[in-house]
């Protein structure tokens, strides 16, 4: 994984020391709110609904296990002894003290993290592929051109405040597993011949007025990528809206001016940089770069491990997680670990200290040091031996991180509400844990299949709500908790915005009337392959929505 | 940013919340204008005294942050359009009950 130079240590330890100024002045009264709110957001301090919500940067969901030890002492020492991973592979802290968040960006910055481009009106966290260098499906590991752009937009002074937050994605695999097409920009890294190039796409995003990205160029080559970035960001920078927060996306501009259009400006620009405005990424730098994410060194194994079949034929719940946690690795005898953090009546994406430790140890002992966050909010070990998947499964077991239910439906992406968010109009969590409850027997879910399941506890829809196949969305009702449901939405590849059914339920509803919608998947489907999410492109929303207001009908 | 907050009419009881500037932790402001991180030991005020309270925690802004008026009962109950935030705000995350208040600053 990348390493600090001198220069990123030196630039880390600054922002550290100026914003620990900042925040004495604040505690003296020096600074307003007001004035200190911007510096706050600068350095991914939020103030929610309990307590300062502290946003660490996982730059595209690479963590080592010095870097996840540290977190789980962030965790133990200055929080309540967990941590939640978030649908942009970043970790938030819930309950830092404003007077303790120097210390804390101090200890993270000696392992090389810290908590800029996590808030305000930058570019944020690239996020990519979490099996990102792991599969035979990707063209290329997507991490060095990751990290190319991390580099190019940290601290660029044309983009320090564009009209609202930028969110880039990442992938080079076929199979989307990054959302791209739900980002301000989404890259897809193709290959014509030798030539290494990029699929761009522009204006996705989620939010009150979801989009799906338009695309505006089919093979942007590597040399130019960023020159290109800096023309799609300047033509945001100049028509982007500034007089109305939520028209300010470029997802309004590119859907307001039009696709064709948006790319006709964009062309324009990126003709009109002069040369020496123009990036010279030199190969070499591409090169030194790239020699950051070289593959660990993965012994030739065979195929098939026994030490694997035979752990799988004597441990019926070991087969079970193997056969849905497991995601084939390109290197043969090994495999890419899912690490669940949803277990049943849990709360997804979080994790305590002791449990970011073993996957720490985990990582060190048995996957070359390389952990993943995803956007599904859930941990991976890119790299494990099948050889030994028994020993890493019993200790994800002991500490409560082998949930057999990766993409199935308790794998649900879930926000944090009303419980913590100040944003928030109804609870995600207790909704969320309620339909866990409701499909909890795993031989159910895997019945079930392939199925997303997202919650929103409100219309800024960080729980991705409208690219869940489920998307469940929380609304407030003259200060009562409902929930919206929509159908058919998808992440990946063939990216979709949910439809929404009818009435908001209420809390109590949402379950029933969940497993009344699936029971009604299992009548239509053809065969245990066809996904729910194949089922509703076949058949539409009609039998779902009858589905769900059945009660309604009955009574 | 915050949430939206109702406005009350002056006669309606309302208690001053906001957040301990240092800490984080939310807080109540006490019937003597003080702050206390027990909401069983929130002050109850109405009309004039209300709004000059407000501006006495408004001007405190080293202390604490971002100070408002939520609705409650004459006894300091939590009522009205914000009773489930409010409350949540009061009790700590529903999904951890552990976390409930109690001790004052």
Redesign the interface.
């Known amino acids: 994984m990348y390493r600090y130079d001198e220069f990123d240590a030196q630039i880390v330890h600054d922002r550290v020391k100026q914003f620990r100024g900042q925040v004495a002045r604040r505690l003296s009264g020096e600074l307003k709110e007001d004035e200190f709110k911007p510096l706050r957001l600068q350095n991914g301090v939020y103030l929610q609904l309990h307590a300062y919500m502290l946003r660490v940067a996982i730059p595209y969901g690479q963590l080592s296990p010095r870097q996840l030890r540290r977190l789980a002492h962030v965790a133990r020492e200055y929080d309540r002894g967990y941590g939640h991973f978030t649908t942009r592979q970043n970790i938030q802290f819930n309950w830092v003290a404003l007077k303790d968040i120097p210390d804390v960006l101090e200890t993270l910055a000696e392992v090389e993290m810290h908590a800029i481009q996590t808030s305000g009106n930058c570019i944020r966290n690239v996020t990519s592929d979490h099996f990102a260098g792991a599969t035979a499906d990707e063209v290329m590991d997507p991490r060095p051109w990751c990290e190319i752009i991390r580099q190019w937009s940290t601290f660029h002074p044309e983009f320090a405040y564009l009209p609202r937050k930028f969110k880039i994605a990442v992938t080079a695999a076929e199979h989307d597993r990054a959302a791209i097409r739900v980002h301000d920009i989404g890259l897809h890294i193709r290959r014509r011949g030798e030539a290494v190039g990029f699929e761009v796409h522009v204006g996705g995003g989620q939010g009150r007025t979801p989009h799906i990205a338009a695309k505006v160029h089919d093979f942007v080559p590597e040399a130019e990528i960023l020159d290109y970035l800096e023309a799609i960001m300047r033509v945001y920078n100049r028509f982007g809206r500034r007089d109305n927060k939520y028209k300010a996306r470029i997802k309004i501009l590119v859907s307001e001016t039009g696709a064709e259009e948006f790319k006709r400006l964009v062309d324009e620009e990126f003709a009109a940089q002069r040369p020496d405005e123009k990036v010279e990424l030199p190969r070499a730098e591409i090169d030194r770069i790239h020699a950051y994410f070289a593959p660990p060194p993965l012994s030739g194994r065979p195929a098939r491990s026994e030490v694997f079949e035979r752990a799988k034929a004597a441990d019926a719940a070991f087969a079970s997680w193997a056969e849905v946690n497991l995601y084939p690795h390109k290197q043969s005898g090994h495999a890419c670990v899912t690490v669940s953090l949803k277990p049943v009546g849990g709360i997804a994406g979080d994790a305590t200290d002791t449990q970011m430790e073993t996957v720490a140890d985990l990582a060190e002992r048995f996957g070359h040091g390389d952990i993943r966050v995803t956007h599904a909010q859930n941990l991976v070990m890119p790299h494990v031996a099948l050889d030994d998947m028994y020993e890493v499964y019993r200790a994800l077991e002991a500490a409560g991180l082998a949930s057999a239910n990766e993409s199935l439906i308790t794998d649900m992406i879930v926000c944090p509400g009303l419980d913590y968010c100040n944003l928030a109009n109804a609870r995600s969590i207790p909704v969320g844990q309620a339909i866990q409850r409701e499909f909890a027997s795993v031989e159910d879910q895997r019945d079930i299949g392939q199925l997303h399941l997202n919650i929103s506890g409100c219309i800024n829809a960080c729980g991705h709500h409208h690219v869940g196949h489920i998307g469940v969305l929380g609304v407030d009702r003259k200060g009562e908790e409902y929930y919206q449901i929509t159908f058919g939405g998808r992440a990946d590849e063939k990216a979709a915005i949910g439809e929404i059914a009818g009435p908001a339920l209420s809390a109590e509803d949402v379950p029933p009337a969940l497993k009344r919608v699936v029971n009604r998947y299992r009548e239509l489907r053809t065969d245990p392959s066809e996904r729910f999410i194949d089922v509703y492109a076949r058949t539409g929303l009609e039998p779902f929505k009858e589905a769900l207001y059945a009660a309604d009908q009955e009574r | 940013?915050?949430?939206v907050r109702p406005k009350l009419k002056p006669d309606v009881p309302k208690a001053i919340t906001a957040?301990h500037?240092?800490?984080?932790?939310?807080v109540w402001m006490t019937p003597k204008g003080d702050w206390t991180s027990n909401p069983d030991a929130l002050g109850v005020f109405t009309g004039e005294v209300a709004e000059a309270r407000l501006a006495d925690a408004r001007a405190a802004?080293?202390?604490v942050?971002?100070p408002y008026f939520m609705e409650v009962s004459e006894t300091g109950e939590i009522r009205?359009?914000?009773?489930?935030?409010e409350t949540?705000?009061a009790q700590?995350?529903?999904?951890?009950p552990e976390?409930a208040k109690g001790e004052a600053l």
């Open positions: 940013m915050t949430s957040w500037t240092a800490s984080g932790e939310v802004e080293g202390e942050t971002d009205g359009r914000e009773t489930l935030r949540i705000r700590g995350p529903t999904t951890h976390f």
